[in-house]
């Protein structure tokens, strides 16, 4: 079984600040990772993906995260905060194969402030 | 042109009532899901559909009913709605190998 955990439910930074949304998983197999944006009573946004290949990946809005496999993480990075980075990120994770359902973590709601 | 679309947007109605949501993606996958996020944001799969088979069914009550007339279409029924059925709900689409899903804009359930 899989299983995905968030650490930290709130996060504030300051406006410029580093951003670090932290994501550790546990899967029998070798996982496909997600982290999904979701702005206020919208849907979900991809922002990057790790499924083969190098482990530092980048996505949109300036953001990165890196597999890490020995430590079982999949942290989220971006350098510089900015306010409309404010939203709920979700970790997910699923595996290869037909119709792999994603697990998500319990999502980290970002506020930036001036 | 919208990838995954969801109608409709805003649902409000009374316990006990029949309602139905509809998905329909423009992608091409052959893959779909329904994933019902709470009020505390968790996000589960409800179900999935691969080329118009039922693929995942994870411990649902009876009284939803997902039906995918062809594969890009994947509706939601749901009968006697309960008051915990209060809820936002995804639709997602991916390609077979499930790589990389795509999620509509979500409805917005509220049973009063």
């Known amino acids: 079984a899989q299983s995905v955990t968030q650490l930290g439910s709130h996060v504030s930074v300051s406006e410029g600040a580093l951003v670090l949304l932290r994501c550790n998983y546990s899967?029998?197999?070798?996982?496909?990772l997600f982290w999904y944006v979701q702005y206020p009573n919208q849907g979900l946004q991809l922002l990057l993906k790790?499924?083969?290949?190098?482990?530092l990946v980048k996505g949109i809005n300036g953001f990165e995260a890196e597999f890490k496999k020995s430590e079982t993480s999949f942290h989220l990075t971006k350098p510089s905060a900015h306010m409309s980075d404010a939203a709920e990120y979700f970790c997910?994770?699923?595996?290869?194969?037909?119709?792999?359902?994603?697990?998500f973590g319990t999502g980290t709601r970002l506020q930036v402030t001036l | 042109d919208t990838a995954v679309s969801q109608t409709p947007k805003y649902l409000v109605t009374q316990m006990g009532n029949d309602k139905s949501i509809k998905c329909e993606q423009n992608?091409?996958?052959?893959?779909m899901y329904w994933y019902k996020q709470d009020s505390k944001k968790f996000l589960k799969i409800m179900f999935s559909?691969?080329?118009?088979?039922?693929?995942i069914n994870e411990t649902v009550p009876n009284r939803f009913s997902p039906k995918s007339p062809d594969k890009a279409h994947l509706n939601l029924h749901i009968n006697s709605l309960e008051l915990g059925d209060s809820a936002v709900y995804f639709c997602?689409?991916?390609?077979?190998?499930?790589?990389?899903?795509?999620f509509g804009p979500g409805t917005r359930l509220l049973v009063l």
């Open positions: 997602a689409s991916s390609r077979a190998d499930g790589e990389t899903q795509y």
């Open positions: 899967s029998s197999v070798p996982p496909y």
């Open positions: 790790y499924t083969t290949g190098a482990t």
């Open positions: 997910a994770v699923s595996y290869t194969g037909t119709a792999s359902k994603l697990t």
């Open positions: 992608l091409g996958h052959d893959t």
């Open positions: 559909y691969n080329n118009k088979e039922l693929i």
